[in-house]
């Protein structure tokens, strides 16, 4: 091999190398640095917002968070929060709400500032130190700006109802043959005896 030629590969080798370092940095997609609250931590005090911050910065062109999603779950599979989510440079926030203690599942979506999607879900342990008041939870997923509708609650033993007016004036009238009907029969077997016996 000519000394010409091997300069003209090692030429050839640092513009590839070249290209190939301009172009890295415009093909990594953004990533997940930090959640709030973090992958399988047990909370024990809830905190004002939950966040998810990112290495890159966000693309929220309408400043509606449309494209962005913070859903929170329980293990029941309801709703909580009101589906409304903020960004911030590379973070995104939705306001924390959550229900009774137990296992809870955080699913999210956010766009970066290259307009890739980028979406996962991670769990957490809520197990509030102190006397706490859940939020409602909600069947469906919630939509910013929409009330959500609660959760039906689950049936129970409920005690027997009482008889309507009718069904109670229905019912009297019928004891009320029925005591009569009882009444003839007796008097009739009454009378019975009481001639056999003068016979006798």
């Not at 890295?24 to 998810?52: D, K, R, Y």
């Not at 919630?142 to 008889?163: I, L, Q």
Request: net charge negative; proline share 6%.
């Amino acid at each position: 091999m000519t000394r010409s030629r091997r300069a003209g590969m090692a030429v050839a080798a640092l513009a590839a190398a070249a290209v190939l370092g301009l172009a890295s940095p415009a093909v990594a997609h953004n990533s997940v640095v930090s959640t709030n609250p973090a992958e399988g931590a047990v909370v024990t005090e809830l905190p004002e917002s939950f966040e998810i911050r990112t290495s890159d910065s966000l693309l929220d062109l309408g400043g509606d968070g449309n494209g962005f999603a913070f859903l929170v779950q329980d293990a029941a599979g309801l709703y909580y929060g009101d589906g409304c989510t903020r960004v911030s440079g590379s973070s995104m926030f939705t306001t924390a709400a959550i229900g009774e203690p137990g296992e809870y599942t955080v699913t999210w979506q956010l766009v970066s500032a290259d307009g890739h999607t980028v979406s996962g879900s991670y769990g957490f342990t809520w197990a509030p130190a102190d006397a706490f008041v859940g939020s409602a939870g909600s069947a469906s997923a919630p939509t910013c700006g929409v009330e959500p509708a609660p959760a039906e609650p689950e049936p129970t033993n409920a005690a027997p109802e009482e008889p309507s007016d009718a069904e109670a004036s229905a019912l009297g009238s019928d004891m009320w043959w029925i005591l009569g009907a009882v009444g003839a029969v007796a008097a009739t077997v009454v009378v019975t005896l009481l001639l056999t016996r003068r016979r006798t």
